[in-house]
């Protein structure tokens, strides 16, 4: 299994601020994943970040929105820009050992 | 959308009874996990099982999957007031690497 530690847990921001999202895995991995789960709702792949490579965005979600870092195997970070309160969600990053999914334990962000 | 669907969206059940969760996809899997997802938190991974497996145990769980219907269903017996969380079923599908989660099950075990 993988231990991924996940901060800040939960956050308020303004309309039009940005918030830096970070995770930290106990061990190396190659593919770290960032999901959105809007109020209510399923969860929504945003993109899959390598070491050493640009992130991987899903369809509908952009780098200048929603940049990831991953500078090495054990952490990267998801930054949610010119937040709206559309940006109002749970967002979980996770790892994979074996076809399973290990996850943070998520960071509740509200915009207002 | 290869997305999953769960039936039914919430589920209310006293201790002790079983609980069963439904879940149907659109196109071939590689996979289906089931997840669990406690107060809108991280979550934790309870079963997965391949394509070419009808049927599958862990603990209090059990798993089924149906290919030609394209459906799966989980079941917890004798639940307990712990068991309350979402349910979600996610699907590894046939060419794809990453996996697409159901809109989920809520359920509430009372004591």
């Known amino acids: 299994s993988a231990v991924i530690s996940q901060k800040p847990s939960r956050d308020i921001c303004q309309r039009g601020t940005s918030l830096t999202i970070q995770c930290q895995v106990d061990?190396?991995?190659?593919?770290m994943f960032w999901y959105r789960q809007q109020p209510g709702q399923s969860l929504t792949l945003i993109a899959t970040a390598n070491q050493g490579s640009e992130a991987t965005y899903e369809s509908g979600f952009v780098i200048d929105k929603f940049p990831i870092s991953r500078p090495n195997l054990t952490f990267s970070t998801l930054t949610v820009s010119n937040m709206s309160p559309e940006d109002s969600s749970i967002y979980l990053c996770?790892?994979?050992?074996?076809?399973?999914?290990?996850f943070g334990s998520g960071t509740q962000l509200s915009v207002l | 959308s290869q997305q999953g669907e769960e039936d039914p969206q919430a589920l209310s059940i006293q201790e002790g009874e079983n609980a069963t969760m439904n879940c149907s996809y659109k196109?071939?899997?590689?996979?289906l996990q089931w997840y669990r997802q406690n107060s809108g938190r991280g979550l934790v991974h309870l079963i997965l099982i391949r394509s070419n497996e009808r049927e599958k145990h862990s603990g209090r769980l059990r798993v089924t999957l149906d290919t030609s219907k394209k459906s799966s269903s989980l079941l917890i017996t004798a639940s307990r007031a712990a068991d309350t969380a979402s349910y979600f079923c996610?699907?590894?599908?046939?060419?794809?690497?990453?996996?697409?989660f159901g809109k989920g099950t809520m359920l509430l075990v009372s004591p």
């Open positions: 996610a699907t590894v599908h046939s060419g794809y690497s990453t996996l697409t």
């Open positions: 996770s790892v994979e050992l074996r076809e399973k999914l290990f």
């Open positions: 061990s190396q991995v190659t593919m």
């Open positions: 196109t071939s899997i590689n996979n």
